[in-house]
């Protein structure tokens, strides 16, 4: 087919060079199979979508701009015949410089993400370009060649055309465009010309687009024609939820984000006091934005009167609900304020406050309804509310509830510190916790001797979260915290029980023992002496007096600070064979200082704090051969 008489003749063209990367992308995109290739039409739409919304916020503070009452809208035609498709908006536009800025080179979009992906496994992505939201130059994945004309809202700037095929130039000239806005002429590819369909137009439209809060009309703008509005244009957070229907809150969430998996949760609230604001939030499915996400950045969308005035802000939750997509409108914001003043807003700490407890009362409820859902949920995002507790916000004791852990009588689910503090024994006045590595481990832990003796409970803290999580919380109602590796009496302590102190080594003797303990560890332990708290282990180390504690020894270890580390107290637990037995050797015997070495290596060992654990290999088969003699 000779299309020869369609290639636009561009009078007065200066010719640039896309950027090395923007050329990659470019071949990537028209060499690529991709089937699914109308998600070109949703990047344009949404690109248009932008421009009108960057127009109105513009319009907030500066009245002098082109055409100030133009339709802000966005039109579609498409003729057959010629395959040709053309986009326009009404939008802020572009001038010169800002097109050879913003069209000549990969902007901070999906499409450098894709790029570095692309580029790094050498997979073929181009099958998984929709997924990516690549932006402006996945039109080449269906375009012959493209011509972009604007004319920018500033009445000074000239319109200009840039028009390119792909290639490894673009052309920009001047143009003659007397309205606002910008129009986007495709001439589309032999393969290509579904999209010059109009059915083929509304259906993708409804299918990506249908949210765009500007009306998309079809058919060429102008006199006498007959133009029809496509989208719906629901502003979906400001229509009352009984009029929400079938899979609207699953679709809208799909198109802001472009996440394909469902949401875990949706929260929609209308309220009018203390704040008037329409809030729509979502809960993604996982917690790390997908690589194909177009949202580039963490924030909720802010509206202000249905107007777009900030597309990522993170003022409006606190650090650790991140998370959290959506929108926020309210009318009570002033319409003249600019992106930089909202932030200090006194009704923006109101609208924070409101929201985060709008979330925690929603997740309570989860908790409450659902809690296999809510364990899923638990799963993703506890360290988030984890960190919530860390950061020590005032607000950190509404998380509380939210709070679930493993402990040693529940090690296979979730308890919450209720749980906990209702299954407490009679007597008990602390909420006790361990600190380890694993959950499996820290169960062999000497620490919990005493507590499965006694069929107390103890919260297993085993992720590195968790003792930043402690900085924050010391107390549950009345319940101090409380680490069960911790010297001294506990409140409440019982005695151990009294077959295992019948069976105690006679005080002189055990004093003795403790002589030849300090005499071979020396400088390495702060003391050693009896515990009142083992029953099945041998020995464990516990802080001495006015040492760090062990939570915030993690904390600095975590962070890489420099701290002292402190000589740890070896305790012995006074009836245990292996001390008797250690009694009857010879105290200047090789085996006995062997034992001895072993015993408070192992303590180290499950403490996490063997510096060298292989080192214990030659001893420990020293004493296997040892052993084997004997028999
Ligand atoms: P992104 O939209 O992710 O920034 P794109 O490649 O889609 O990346 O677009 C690049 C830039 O070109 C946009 O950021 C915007 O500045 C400009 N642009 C694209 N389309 C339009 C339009 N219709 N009106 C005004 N500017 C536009």
């Known amino acids: 087919m000779d299309d020869s008489n369609q290639t636009p003749v561009i009078d007065n063209a200066e010719s640039f060079s896309f950027k090395a990367e923007t050329k990659q992308l470019l071949n990537i995109l028209i060499h690529s199979l991709y089937k699914e290739k109308d998600v070109f039409l949703r990047e344009l739409l949404s690109n248009a979508s932008d421009a009108l919304n960057r127009f109105r916020f513009e319009m907030l503070t500066n009245q002098v701009v082109l055409d100030a009452n133009t339709e802000l809208c966005i039109r579609v035609s498409a003729d057959k015949e010629t395959r040709m498709l053309t986009i326009q908006d009404t939008g802020i536009g572009l001038n010169r410089s800002e097109m050879i800025e913003n069209l000549g080179t990969i902007a901070q979009s999906g499409a450098r993400k894709f790029l570095e992906v692309a580029k790094d496994q050498k997979g073929d992505f181009s099958q998984v370009i929709g997924q ?7 039109v080449f994945m269906v375009a012959e060649w493209v011509k972009v004309t604007s004319h920018s809202f500033r009445p000074d700037d000239e319109p200009v055309t840039w028009y390119a095929t ?9 143009a003659v465009k007397a309205e606002r806005g910008t129009i986007i002429e495709i001439k589309l590819k032999e393969d290509a010309a579904e999209f010059a369909e109009e059915y083929r137009l509304r259906e993708i439209i409804r299918k990506h687009s249908d949210y765009i809060s500007f009306p998309i009309y079809m058919g060429p703008a102008g006199m006498g024609t007959e ?8 502003a979906i957070w400001r229509t009352s939820k009984q009029d ?21 949760l949706h929260v929609h609230s209308i309220t009018d006091a203390p704040v008037q604001f329409y809030a729509l939030l979502y809960v993604p499915k996982k917690a790390e934005r997908a690589v194909f996400s177009i949202r580039k950045d963490d924030g909720l969308k802010l509206y202000c009167r249905n107007i777009l005035i900030d597309e990522y802000n993170k003022d409006l939750l606190p650090e650790h609900l991140r998370f959290i997509q959506g929108v926020i409108d309210s009318e009570d914001l002033p319409l003249n304020v600019s992106r930089e003043t909202i932030q200090s807003s006194a009704l923006m700490a109101r609208l924070k406050k409101a929201l ?14 659902d809690p296999d859902k809510y364990a899923i949920f638990w799963k993703e995002y506890g360290p988030f509310l984890k960190q919530g507790v860390a950061a020590n916000q005032p607000d950190a004791e509404k998380i509380y509830p939210l709070l679930r852990f493993k402990t040693n009588l529940h090690p296979e689910t979730w308890s919450s510190l ?59 109602k009345d319940f101090e915290l409380q680490n069960v590796a911790q010297a001294g009496k506990l409140d409440n302590e019982k005695p151990r029980d009294p077959e295992a102190e019948k069976e105690k080594i006679a005080e002189a003797d055990f004093d003795g023992l403790v002589k030849r303990f300090k005499a071979v560890l020396g400088e390495r332990v702060a003391d050693v002496h009896a515990s009142t708290r ?28 420099e701290y002292e580390d402190s000589k740890k107290i070896l305790e012995l637990n006074p009836s245990h064979p292996i001390l008797k037995s250690l009694l009857k050797l010879d105290p200047e015997s090789d085996l006995q200082k062997m034992v001895i070495e072993q015993i408070f290596d192992s303590a180290m060992l499950v403490e996490g704090l063997h510096p060298d654990p292989s080192s214990m290999v030659q001893r420990v088969q020293d004493l296997i051969q040892l052993a084997l003699e004997k028999n």
Do not use: C, W
Not at 166 to 174: C, F, K, T, V, W
Not at 227 to 234: A, D, E, G, P, Y
Not at 534 to 560: D, I, T, W
């Open 227 to 234: 133009t029809t509005q496509i989208n719906k244009q629901i």
């Open 132 to 138: 990516f939201g690549v932006g402006f130059y996945s």
């Open 534 to 561: 083992l029953s099945q282990s041998v020995a464990r180390l516990v802080e001495p007096e006015g040492a760090l504690n062990p939570e915030m020894q993690r904390v600095y270890r975590y962070l890489g600070r």
């Open 166 to 174: 792909g290639e490894d130039n673009y052309q920009i000239a001047p």
């Open 244 to 264: 929400v229907m079938g899979d609207a809150y699953k679709d809208f969430y799909r198109q802001m984000t472009l996440d394909f998996e469902e949401p875990l």
């Open 418 to 476: 209720e749980d906990y503090v209702g299954r407490m024994q009679p007597e008990q006045k602390n909420v006790y916790f361990i600190l380890g590595e694993d959950p499996k481990s820290v169960l062999r832990s000497p620490h919990l001797d005493y507590f499965q003796a006694q069929g107390t409970e103890v919260l297993l803290l085993t992720e590195p979260i968790d003792s930043f999580m402690l900085m924050g919380l010391h107390k549950y």
């Open 356 to 369: 985060t407890n709008l979330l925690n009362k929603e997740f309570e409820n989860l908790a409450k309804n």
